[in-house]
């Protein structure tokens, strides 16, 4: 909507975030990166009845914040939302209380039964969606999963989806 360019931070951006807000009757601001929640939080001291809600998306994000970063979260954000039990953790470290645990994936539970699979010519397909970074996605643990079943005699395609992720001090 805003036609921002990346990393671009002209002020006049914060206004047109405002306008949407206004237009659109917007009560909760979700974000996902540090670049979003500190446009959302700009919206709130101009907005102060919005109510912010971040996605902690991984470990160590929240040791990387200076105390004056970490003041601002704790103070403007509303809810935070922990994928996990290690982020969960981590929240509580800082003294992040309002934070509630949603895991980022799916009951698999919903596909034990081999009747919910279709399998077209016994082919089983198989997708891996997430940014290619094993230490954290774990694509060497489904590499060595497909050898134990290639040895089985499954047949089966699987396809990567996914970025290269690269880590960089000044990304935000």
């Not at 101009?46 to 470990?59: A, G, Y």
Request: aromatic share 12%; glycine share 4%; charged share 20%.
């Amino acid at each position: 909507f805003l036609n921002k360019k990346r990393r671009y931070k002209h002020p006049k951006y914060i206004f047109q975030l405002l306008n949407i807000i206004k237009k659109h009757n917007i009560n909760i601001v979700h974000s996902h990166n540090y670049g979003s929640k500190s446009w959302s939080i700009l919206c709130k001291i101009f907005n102060p009845n919005i109510k912010l809600v971040h996605t902690i998306h991984d470990t160590h994000i929240l040791c990387n914040l200076n105390k004056l970063n970490l003041f601002l979260h704790k103070t403007f954000i509303n809810m935070n939302i922990a994928i996990s039990k290690a982020v969960l953790k981590e929240c509580s470290d800082f003294d992040i209380n309002k934070v509630v645990q949603i895991y980022n994936g799916i009951n698999v539970k919903n596909f034990s039964n081999k009747e919910n699979f279709n399998i077209e010519n016994n082919i089983l397909n198989i997708i891996n969606v997430s940014r290619i970074d094993y230490l954290k996605k774990g694509q060497d643990v489904l590499i060595k999963a497909l050898k134990i079943c290639k040895d089985k005699g499954l047949k089966f395609k699987c396809n990567f989806v996914g970025g290269i992720y690269f880590y960089c001090e000044d990304s935000y």
